[in-house]
């Protein structure tokens, strides 16, 4: 019988082949555990579909695609008013609002698909391409027209698989690195990371914790997650709002329903002055890797206090403690992240606009429309 690859699209992660898990097993993200949490907290311009590659009727591959609706979101916060920015959100809701995106728009890495040793990669990508053409017809049928179609987050290597003639019409792009940090096999105890940074660190570390006297930590549960939840949702606003590119707000009962899924697996981290909930910060467990999710911060406290310094802190304190190998630190804030030695790694993306004579200058209005971050890469190690 002769070998023949197919592939199915599912609305509903109820509908995915049962052995679905075999193939995400190395990754949370990608697992039927937390893609019935996405389906069920995804924001509200989010709609996700999950795909299904098959060698005949063995399923060889899995993929993750989400279409946003950017037309009801201020994509690029409240932080910057200028002309620019109005220009790009004009241009952002009339000729580009409807995005389909390989990957999920909510992680920075490559959380998007996974493929078992008989399915080339360049072979699968293919056929995700061709899956991202019969998606167009499920929205067209709807009436919406996908403007952007989007394949993220690669490293250098696997954006090599990209080079196909298929793809020639795809304009390849970077934007912020994914900030990594690696826990040396000589770290047991947070002690040791803090014995090999220079003294000029130290001292950084030492004034930040000397800043956030008065504030008490404390890992909360279910119940506690509830009984704050407008504070912490008010909380992660002020940083959403204030970040250069938005195109997504998180559900007001994002982090409870995390919680009662994933349970221990889901971290959440709450810094209080007194009874008064002042920052928070979440973590997943994902294998040998913790990867950080949304957190939130009253940008008062966050000045006097250092409080997102200290949080990243806490972070690799944690991980170095429980035997982690990886802290994924994810996008955005490179400087700070890169002066408690986080590293950054280059991420590649493919992109296509659906008007060809628009998309022979995607890559001269991506590089317009890209949020500009000037950043130094510090070094913290001796």
């Known amino acids: 019988m002769s070998s023949t690859f197919s592939f199915q699209i599912y609305s509903s992660v109820k509908s995915i082949p049962a052995s679905w898990d075999v193939?995400?097993?190395?990754?949370?993200?990608?697992?039927?555990?937390y893609l019935e949490i996405l389906e069920l907290s995804a924001p509200k311009n989010m709609q996700c579909h999950f795909i299904g590659i098959f060698l005949n009727k063995e399923l060889v591959g899995i993929a993750v695609s989400q279409y946003i609706n950017l037309s009801g979101v201020n994509s690029f916060g409240e932080r910057d008013n200028c002309m620019k920015t109005i220009v790009r959100n004009f241009a952002?809701?009339?000729?580009?609002?409807?995005?389909?995106?390989?990957?999920n728009n909510m992680l920075t890495g490559q959380n998007g698909f996974s493929f078992c040793s008989k399915l080339p990669s360049s072979k699968g990508l293919l056929l995700l391409k061709n899956a991202t053409q019969e998606l167009?017809?499920?929205?067209e049928a709807k009436k919406i027209k996908?403007?952007?179609?989007?394949?993220?987050?690669?490293?250098?290597?696997?954006?090599?698989?990209?080079?196909?003639?298929e793809f020639n019409s795809f304009?390849?792009?970077?934007?912020q690195p994914n900030m990594v940090f690696q826990i040396r096999e000589s770290w047991n105890t947070f002690d040791d990371y803090i014995a090999d940074i220079s003294k000029k660190y130290r001292d950084q570390y030492k004034r930040s914790r000397k800043k956030a006297e008065g504030i008490s930590k404390r890992k909360l549960s279910l119940e506690e997650i509830t009984k704050y939840n407008s504070r912490i949702y008010q909380l992660y606003m002020n940083v959403a709002k204030n970040a250069p590119f938005n195109t997504f707000y998180l559900s007001e009962n994002h982090f409870e329903l995390f919680?009662?899924?994933?349970?221990?697996?889901?971290?959440?981290?709450g810094y209080f002055v007194g009874e008064e909930l002042i920052g928070f910060n979440t973590l997943i467990k994902n294998g040998k890797d913790i990867d950080t999710y949304f957190l939130g911060y009253d940008e008062v406290f966050q000045r006097k206090k250092m409080l997102y310094l200290n949080m990243l802190y806490d972070m690799i304190g944690f991980s170095i403690n429980k035997g982690y190998r990886r802290i994924i630190f994810a996008r955005t804030a490179l400087e700070i992240k890169s002066?408690?030695?986080?590293?950054?790694?280059e991420m590649y993306g493919m992109i296509q606009h659906s008007n060809p004579v628009i998309n022979l200058f995607v890559s001269k209005i991506f590089s317009y429309f890209e949020p500009k971050m000037e950043w130094n890469e510090r070094n913290p190690f001796k």
């Open 136 to 139: 167009k017809n499920i929205f």
């Open 171 to 175: 304009f390849q792009f970077t934007t």
């Open 92 to 103: 952002f809701k009339n000729f580009s609002s409807n995005v389909l995106v390989i990957g």
């Open 23 to 33: 193939l995400a097993t190395n990754n949370i993200f990608l697992s039927r555990e």
């Open 259 to 269: 919680k009662t899924k994933l349970k221990d697996k889901f971290l959440f981290y």
């Open 146 to 165: 996908i403007h952007l179609t989007i394949f993220k987050d690669f490293s250098e290597k696997d954006a090599q698989y990209f080079k196909i003639p």
């Open 339 to 345: 002066s408690v030695g986080a590293k950054p790694l």
